[in-house]
């Protein structure tokens, strides 16, 4: 194949999909959004031009299928949905690097002695409902109550949401997929880690651990120039210091975890009235499951004292997710895959989630990483090279060639 | 007179004030606004009733006139405008009060040798356009070409909409007082200092300073999970260090400081996103300058810092008022008067800005405070017992009799 075309055909096909799913400026396609809908349109399209039967599951995913003589499956999978003006690379690289080298497979004569498939997953991000990996979570059948009473800013519930779009949420238990081999997804690595040492490629071995928490400070709202700072009770003031005192620990504690706030609102927000109250989240990450509890003992503490002082405080767990660890010998596989075909490769933690995260504890899976310049993502900004995009179609080319052939035993 | 009668008038008259110049549930009259001009309807007939002669000058400011042997006038003053979701007592208690006290001097058949007036003044608050006291501003001819080019969030500039309610800002100028002996003002207290103290009345001697300034510190927007602490720019981060450092520090400076941030925003203000910004106001007061001096050296200083780390700062200054010290012997004789009357006095800082404070450096002034419950306003749950405003009315009165006497040279 010729690497470079390739990967001009990739940027071609990114580009298109992102230019015909923008809100406004922005891309973002979150779960049954009418930019999603319109992706998913020329999906399909992309996957029936290869000759695949498309289908589309209970949840929303796209399945496109080409039929081995083996019922047993391969996917590949990425994610078609983006966070709020996101970039153009994020999810969709995934899906588009596995439809390019599935037609190399295809216009190869390779052949499929199992089947393939390609699933384009909704709604990894969590960017309409708090929880994410809709898609994923369908296919290992771990999309339980919970997931289907979130509720979305409008108080729609995912429920709801399927129902009005034509899903039905009976069904989503017979969806359960236990025909599948080995899961493969390729995805831009979101950090700057390959860029920094001029590494192609990346061979995730394990994946962080994440606690999100959505915490409320409640204070007391008074007059910003009449009341003595030493009887308020400053919600804004509270959390500024919790949140400097915390990262600093977090930054003494561990050399990779990672803790963030990246929302955060102050009520009423009147430049002279000391708050009511301040809402913020909390993004905490590591692949050390112990630092992960030492951060987590540590945020309880801390907001605890808060209260002692007479705030009132909430704390809200959204998501406790371990850190997991992908299969070893198909990374050995993969890694050794890449390094024959030239490419430079290291091994790596991701410290994005992924659908692939969902699916290892039930499925073998194996996640290759390709580079993000200055490690930007979730933003405009977001770029991967096409020579990189070539090498990841190049490198997952060969990858399933030799699972078809029976060179990596599923 | 019967102080506990003058006080339940007090609170029936606020109560009718209040009741009819609401917008849906919040009390809300800022200048020009339907709700303003019903308010001015009745304190227009309020002040007829008492056989005063009303007039209104070119910003909207109604004046009530008693004529006296001399055109050496004394002015009562205080604002009709309020906050948005306002109190019913902050600005209209010190009208009624003045209306109540002049009532009492009328019907005692007072020989009146100075001239007396009841100004309701328009826009203290600022809750249409940026600047506020723009009715006080008018008596001692401070409106400027600033103020007229102000505009509401509708981009309408004062100038335009003083023109389209049939004022003139031609006009302005000529409006300035020369005729003017004393100013008296009396606010509730907006603060819990009285409450606390067990204090009937507090005699202002100053009015602190004020600094408000409105930040951003611009960092780089990256993913939360896969960019390593030590090499993120994350404003959040930096905004929280510099509020809590920066709060400790003003706390160990001085006694009487304040400094609050009421507002913050963050953007783009996703949980899993390091964020691009975040925006927040700083709202500093003290009674001493150079302490105002110190925390805005400290502020530049160490948002400077932040920009050799590689943040971009931007640091607007909103306004810039010098602490007010008020007439000391005025404040004296006032404190003396209310002593006599047996009421717990004392002498006092006020926090919040006031009419009075723009006044003072033109005209002798004195300014009265009668106790907040719970210091609580600019809200719903502002309260002001009838107690306390029959106690308003009793010293005012006593103090202009004493005016009109001569007991006190003004």
């Not at 209970?58 to 796209?62: A, F, R, V, Y």
């Not at 190869?108 to 990894?124: C, G, P």
């Not at 090279?385 to 060969?398: E, F, I, M, P, Q």
């Given at each position: 194949m010729n690497r470079q075309e390739v990967g001009l055909k990739a940027e071609e096909m990114l580009n298109e999909l992102a230019d015909q799913?923008?809100?406004?400026?922005e891309i973002w396609r979150y779960i049954y959004s009418d930019t999603e809908k319109k992706g998913k349109k020329i999906i399909r399209q992309w996957m029936e031009a290869l000759g695949l039967l498309v289908i589309e599951d209970?949840?929303?995913?796209?399945i496109a299928r080409k039929e081995g003589k083996s019922k047993e499956t391969i996917v590949i999978g990425s994610h078609m949905d983006t966070v709020k003006d996101g970039g153009k690379y994020d999810g969709a690289g995934g899906i588009v690097i596995g439809l390019l080298a599935l037609k190399e497979l295809i216009e190869?004569?390779?052949?499929?002695?199992?089947?393939?498939?390609?699933?384009?997953?909704?709604?990894?991000?969590?960017s309409r409902f708090l929880s994410g990996y809709l898609g994923s979570k369908n296919l290992v059948g771990k999309i339980t109550q919970l997931e289907l009473n979130d509720t979305d800013s409008d108080g729609i519930s995912l429920k709801e949401a399927m129902i009005s779009n034509g899903y039905d949420p009976e069904k989503l238990p017979k969806e359960k997929r236990r025909d599948v081999a080995a899961y493969l997804e390729v995805h831009i690595e979101q950090g700057p880690v390959l860029e920094t040492l001029r590494h192609d490629i990346g061979i995730v071995e394990s994946i962080v651990g994440i606690r999100a928490f959505d915490i409320t400070i409640k204070g007391r709202q008074d007059h910003a120039g009449t009341t003595p700072m030493d009887i308020r009770l400053d919600p804004v003031y509270a959390a500024s210091k919790f949140i400097s005192e915390t990262t600093d620990y977090v930054r003494r504690l561990s050399k990779t975890a990672t803790f963030t706030i990246g929302a955060m609102s102050v009520l009423p927000g009147v430049s002279n009235v000391i708050a009511d109250s301040t809402n913020f989240s909390i993004d905490l990450r590591d692949r050390s499951e112990e630092d992960l509890v030492n951060v987590t003992d540590r945020i309880y503490e801390s907001l605890g004292s808060l209260e002692e002082q007479g705030y009132a405080v909430t704390i809200k767990l959204?998501?406790?997710?371990?850190?997991?660890?992908?299969?070893?010998?198909?990374?050995?596989?993969m890694y050794d895959k890449s390094q024959n075909l030239g490419l430079r490769t290291m091994k790596m933690v991701s410290g994005a989630g992924h659908d692939a995260q969902i699916i290892a504890p039930h499925i073998k899976t194996g996640l290759i990483f390709v580079p993000s310049v200055k490690g930007r993502s979730h933003s405009s900004d977001e770029y991967t090279?096409?020579?990189?995009?070539?090498?990841?179609?190049?490198?997952?080319?060969?990858i399933l060639k030799e699972m078809l052939q029976g060179e990596f035993d599923v």
């Open positions: 799913t923008r809100m406004g400026d209970q949840i929303g995913n796209l190869s004569d390779e052949t499929f002695d199992k089947s393939i498939e390609i699933i384009a997953f909704t709604e990894e991000e969590g959204l998501c406790a997710e371990e850190p997991v660890d992908l299969d070893s010998r198909l990374s050995d596989f090279k096409s020579y990189d995009l070539g090498n990841g179609v190049l490198l997952l080319a060969t």
